[in-house]
Nanobody, 122 residues
């Protein structure tokens, strides 16, 4: 079992940057693929980015490609999402997730954090 806690959300102007962090409990973090998702009211949760358990493979949604970067530090049990050139449409609650697999996955995650709000003003 792994528990996830997100942080780093907040209010930022369009064009600005934020870096989200997701701290994981337990000693097996390095055995989990990790992902970031986001959700706005009335919409389904959507995939944003994912990283393999070693960190050597990543995948992004088209809407964030070239603006967002996912990374991880297995020594710190933490996964990050660097968000640049933010747009108002990036406003959402952002969730990190974990799945006990070595490769990048974009769905069917097993463990979820509670989410952190990101608001981008125009």
């Amino acid at each position: 079992q792994v528990q996830l806690v997100e942080s780093g959300g907040g209010l930022v102007q369009a064009g600005g940057s934020l870096k989200l962090s997701c701290a994981a409990s337990g000693r097996t973090f390095s055995r989990y693929a990790m992902g970031w998702f986001r959700q706005t009211p009335g919409k389904e949760r959507e995939f944003v980015a994912a990283i393999s358990r070693s960190g050597d493979s990543t995948h992004y949604a088209d809407s964030v490609k070239d603006r967002f970067t996912i990374s991880r530090d297995n020594a710190k049990n933490t996964v990050y999402l660097q968000m640049n050139s933010l747009k108002p449409e990036d406003t959402a609650v952002y969730f990190c997730a974990a799945k006990f697999l070595p490769v990048v996955v974009t769905s069917n995650y097993d463990h979820w954090g509670q989410g952190t709000q990101v608001t981008v003003s125009s």
